[in-house]
């Protein structure tokens, strides 16, 4: 098997950040405003406000992804980031690739000074749910993104 590499942000990889994400979000919910404005302007929505997006390459193609966008913490100096968008190509989930992107991030966030990680999904994606527990990110009582109709459920992780 090629080698996986995890890379940053590179215009080219646009479109992959879009169709990986658009997938998933089809297959579960339906595509809403906000998933607009984030997978078709990746730049605007996590690289100029001080984020990052994360690939997972096997050779040139691209197996997966993530963004990690600064958010405005409700504690006063306190870097926030949230974890957003990640999506595995369906051909490679359950190889422990979410793992390995999501190690990435917090690692990625640890070293900017981050405090914590938020994010906010759905309780039926039960396999991401997963990923996240197995990180240490727990569920928080007040749900801060009202964003997407169908984010029932925030976690954070305290780094």
């Not at 691209?62 to 595995?88: D, H």
Request: with cysteine; glycine share 6%; hydrophobic share 40%.
């Amino acid at each position: 098997m090629t080698e996986i590499e995890i890379v940053t942000f590179d215009p080219k990889y646009s479109d992959a950040f879009a169709e990986l994400n658009y997938a998933w979000i089809r297959t579960y919910f339906s595509i809403e405003e906000e998933d607009h404005r984030s997978l078709d302007h990746p730049y605007d929505y996590a690289i100029g406000p001080g984020g990052e997006i994360f690939f997972l390459l096997r050779g040139d193609q691209v197996i997966g992804t993530v963004a990690m966008v600064p958010v405005n913490s409700k504690e006063t100096n306190l870097m926030t980031f949230e974890l957003a968008k990640m999506a595995i190509d369906p051909a490679f989930q359950g190889q422990g690739l979410g793992h390995k992107l999501l190690s990435h991030c917090i690692d990625w966030a640890r070293a900017k000074g981050a405090k914590y990680i938020v994010l906010t999904t759905n309780d039926i994606l039960k396999p991401a749910l997963r990923v996240y527990e197995k990180a240490g990110f727990a569920e928080e009582t007040d749900n801060f993104d009202n964003r997407y109709r169908r984010g029932n459920l925030t976690m954070r992780l305290v780094l």
